[in-house]
């Protein structure tokens, strides 16, 4: 396997492989990341569809990505997933999925076709004291120290970062700054997360630095995420043949090890409560999505918290089999035994159909949630949440079959352990309509209407203990490679498996998992793409310059006056050069 960029690779069809035909593949999971690794192994490694199994213990694909409507509980969303153009192997697979209503037009190209026609535009990125924008938003109030702090994090090589979070390499100034609460609560970070990730992120988005404020660089789907994008890839893999075997637990891989090489050898696994065993030849490919975020997730209502009590699930304990095998299978412990209290594991789906809300969505917004546009672009941070609150508002509807007068918002509490303001729990304590009623009161709805109208909407809270999961500090060899050294057949997929530069939490990442694991397994010759190169493009850091300084010039920089020396002596060697030209490009002349 190796990396590419440019359209030579990215348009080139790889010739089919030896012995393809003969090839069998098991998937363990119908996330993302697993019917990613169908989708490549029947377009790329043209393997029949009919010798590819994906096993799921839940009764329905998906994964992380859901969005349903459930008859007992009503419209249920665990999240909302933030898309960039520079998705490179996510629109390499979705370039290849046709949409349900139309074949001859591709996911990608319904994609494309609806972020032009009505892009992403956040009026409001912050809002306190009731639904009114912060005065400074907009900017990112960064000091020259915190500046410094965010430039040594990205000069420190990661392997110098291990287990380090991120309040250890920032101080008190930094996450005072509105550049924080940005990238926080649009990544969900927290300030015990992992500095390396943190490192990652700075350099794989350093191109949205100057977006942070209105996220005019964010891409949305025309509905959910499991409706726009899982419904169509399980078409195209239910079209080619793929096997689908749901109500199935993998309970084990055995693996057999010998002179440094590793080949999976038998799949112990639980069909509808029944114990089987499936015995693999060297020609069987076994992907494995190790861990998950939404394992164990639980559902409150109206009247009721989600319960916090959970057995570990499924994904975590096969993980612990495999990781006991052997250590480069991963420490899957460092990421769901002992997640801080101060996290966020509590999201709602509020249903509404009292429109005494919608001036006050569109005070925030500047929207009409009614009209079928984007909303909020992302999250609306509330600044003086002591929760941290954060709604999320998508075009609407949301789901095909939500009623006209029907409003779906979706909403996220970083910190569970403080009580909230309005109402004096803590979010994890909360029923459906307490969530519904704190919100409603942060958002300037008068105290008088507070309770009638959160009790007539349908709010259902849901509790995910594993959610941060992926930002736990860690190290080296904490998560397993995705084709770990000396694997015949089996690999990892998903964002507890490790591979370069990218970034957990995001589709991205699952995808480009399973591309590498595809591509290794089978030995495909055409080139993975690569992540977007902009932490090497200096037109891309220089931007970033202007902006993590509130769009100064140069000569505004609260520099020291041996620095302004310096710079007046650079900038006269410069003079008429092309350096000076990409200076002037970047606004910082």
């Not at 994964?63 to 969303?77: A, C, H, K, P, T």
């Not at 609407?396 to 909403?411: T, Y």
């Not at 990218?502 to 991205?508: L, N, Q, S």
């Given at each position: ?105 591709s996911v990608l190209d319904e994609f494309y076709w609806l972020n032009k026609a009505d892009p992403s535009n956040s009026h409001a990125r912050i809002i306190e004291n009731r639904g009114k924008r912060l005065a400074t938003d907009g900017q990112l109030t960064l000091s020259r120290h915190a500046i410094e702090e965010i430039a040594h994090l990205v000069m420190t090589p990661e392997n110098q970062l291990d287990n380090v979070k991120i309040n250890e390499v920032f101080d008190h100034e930094f996450f005072k700054s509105n550049f924080w609460l940005y990238w926080s609560t649009m990544f969900a970070f927290e300030p015990w997360a992992s500095a390396m990730e943190m490192r990652r992120y700075l350099l794989r988005f350093v191109h949205h630095v100057g977006t942070l404020q209105n996220m005019t ?373």
């Amino acid at each position: 396997m190796y990396y590419s960029n440019g359209n030579y690779e990215a348009f080139a069809r790889p010739k089919k492989p030896t012995n393809a035909a003969e090839k069998s593949a098991y998937i363990v999971g119908s996330g993302l990341a697993g019917l990613a690794a169908a989708a490549f192994l029947v377009r790329d490694g043209q393997v029949p569809g009919k010798q590819i199994h994906v096993f799921e213990e839940l009764a329905l694909p998906g994964g992380s990505m859901d969005g349903i409507f459930n008859e007992q509980r009503g419209y249920l969303i665990r999240g909302g997933r933030e898309m960039e153009p520079h998705f490179e192997t996510l629109w390499d697979l979705f370039r290849s999925i046709p949409t349900l209503t139309d074949p001859n037009v591709s996911v990608l190209d319904e994609f494309y076709w609806l972020n032009k026609a009505d892009p992403s535009n956040s009026h409001a990125r912050i809002i306190e004291n009731r639904g009114k924008r912060l005065a400074t938003d907009g900017q990112l109030t960064l000091s020259r120290h915190a500046i410094e702090e965010i430039a040594h994090l990205v000069m420190t090589p990661e392997n110098q970062l291990d287990n380090v979070k991120i309040n250890e390499v920032f101080d008190h100034e930094f996450f005072k700054s509105n550049f924080w609460l940005y990238w926080s609560t649009m990544f969900a970070f927290e300030p015990w997360a992992s500095a390396m990730e943190m490192r990652r992120y700075l350099l794989r988005f350093v191109h949205h630095v100057g977006t942070l404020q209105n996220m005019t660089a964010l891409k949305f789907t025309k509905y959910n995420q499991y409706e726009s994008l899982i419904k169509p890839l399980i078409k195209y893999l239910q079209d080619h043949g793929v096997d689908f075997q749901y109500n199935t637990s993998v309970d084990n891989v055995v693996v057999k090890q010998h002179e440094g090489q590793k080949q999976a050898v038998k799949i112990e696994l639980t069909v509808a409560g029944e114990k089987q065993e499936l015995n693999l030849t060297a020609a069987d490919l076994v992907f494995v999505t190790n861990g998950s975020i939404t394992e164990s997730t639980t559902y409150g209502d109206n009247q009721h918290p989600a319960p916090q009590a959970h057995p570990v699930g499924a994904s975590w304990k096969l993980w612990e089999k495999l990781a006991a095998q052997d250590p480069a299978f991963g420490q899957p412990a460092k990421f769901y035994q002992e997640i801080p209290e101060a996290n966020w594991v509590i999201s709602a789906t509020c249903t509404f159909n009292d429109d005494r809300i919608v001036p006050y969505i569109q005070k925030i917004t500047g929207k009409d949630p009614h009209s079928g546009s984007i909303v909020t672009s992302g999250p609306v941070t509330i600044r003086d949440s002591n929760w941290l609150l954060g709604i999320s508002i998508s075009r609407q509807p949301h789901f095909q079959q939500q009623k006209p007068n029907e409003l779906i918002i979706w909403l996220y509490g970083l910190f569970s352990d403080q009580p909230g303001n309005y109402v004096p729990k803590k979010i994890t304590d909360c029923s459906g309509q307490e969530i519904c009623e704190e919100f409603l009161y942060h958002i300037g709805v008068p105290t008088d209407q507070i309770a009638e109208i959160a009790q007539s909407a349908n709010s259902i809270p849901i509790h995910m203990p594993y959610i941060t999961s992926y930002f736990m500090p860690r190290q080296a060899g904490d998560r397993p490679l995705v084709v770990p050294n000396g694997s015949q057949n089996l690999a990892f997929i998903g964002n507890f498996a490790e591979t370069p530069r990218d970034t957990v939490f995001t589709t991205e990442y699952s995808v480009r998992t399973a591309m590498e694991a595809v591509y290794q397994l089978l030995n495909i010759d055409r080139g993975v793409p690569e992540v977007f190169d902009s932490a090497f493009d200096l037109r891309t850091m220089l931007s970033a310059l202007y902006y993590l300084n509130d769009q100064k010039t140069l000569a505004e920089l609260p520099l020291k006056q041996v620095e302004k020396v310096g710079l007046k002596a650079c900038l006269k060697k410069i003079h008429g050069t092309y350096l000076e030209e990409l200076l002037q490009a970047a606004k910082l002349l």
